[in-house]
């Protein structure tokens, strides 16, 4: 069955570092998502991708988030300089429309120290 | 704009117990997606239904059931005869279908209801 997957599955950093979360969508979904998830609280939408560019992005996805989409198969979530209140379970997930469900990867536990 | 609301954060049972889970939501769109995921202590998130805006019909599978009442805005999940192995976060999200940001229809997702099933 396919899936989406993610890697690394935990990741820790230095505070001010750069990190940078890849993700493999389902192969013929459209529309890429990343959420991010504090420990102990509910999941965030932090940006939407489609037609190789960004559709929506929340309050929390500022300039020192970017995505990209390099090569048709990847989708990387980039945190230039990360602050300790980035520290949290970061899911990508991937739909093949609007009308069908999401599904999400297993997720990277980041920790900024 | 969308908003999902479990109002219950944690409920525990005892195994073989039924226990609902409720959800309430908000949007101002007709065409909408409604949708429960399961969160384990691994961590995931695991989707278990999607329910369409035009489709109230209730739906159940196996010892879980769906009750879509667009008349009170609540999407209530029921686990019947629960197991140890249901003990996990349950998640409620929306999608809506036309407010959403073209190329968007992010979901956005309540709080969380933790479940714990007591052997």
């Known amino acids: 069955e396919p899936e989406v997957t993610q890697t690394p599955s935990h990741q820790v950093t230095q505070m001010g570092q750069e990190v940078i979360l890849r993700c493999v969508p389902i192969?013929?979904?459209?529309?890429f998502y990343w959420y991010r998830q504090i420990l102990g609280q509910k999941v965030e939408f932090l940006v939407s991708?489609?037609?190789?560019?960004?559709?929506?992005k929340s309050e929390i996805f500022d300039d020192q988030f970017s995505v990209e989409r390099p090569d048709g198969s990847n989708f990387t979530l980039k945190i230039r300089s990360t602050k300790l209140e980035d520290s949290a379970m970061y899911f990508c997930?991937?739909?093949?429309?609007?009308?069908?469900?999401?599904?999400f990867g297993q997720g990277t536990r980041l920790t900024v120290v | 704009a969308q908003k999902v609301t479990q109002a219950q954060t944690e409920i525990s049972v005892v195994e073989k117990e039924d226990v609902t889970l409720d959800c309430v939501y908000e949007?101002?769109?007709?065409?909408?997606?409604l949708f429960w995921y399961k969160q384990p202590p691994s961590g995931e998130l695991v989707f278990l239904i999607r329910r369409n805006s035009f489709d109230e019909q209730n739906e159940i599978s196996g010892r879980y059931s769906w009750n879509f009442q667009k008349s009170t805005s609540s999407f209530n999940f029921t686990i019947t005869a629960s197991q140890v192995v249901d003990s996990a976060v349950y998640f409620c999200a929306l999608s809506e279908g036309s407010y959403s940001g073209a190329g968007s229809y992010q979901l956005t997702f309540g709080k969380g209801t933790k479940l714990s099933v007591i052997p």
């Open positions: 997930a991937s739909r093949a429309g609007q009308a069908t469900e999401a599904f």
């Open positions: 949007t101002r769109d007709t065409t909408y997606y």
């Open positions: 192969s013929n979904h459209l529309y």
């Open positions: 991708f489609y037609n190789n560019e960004i559709s929506e």
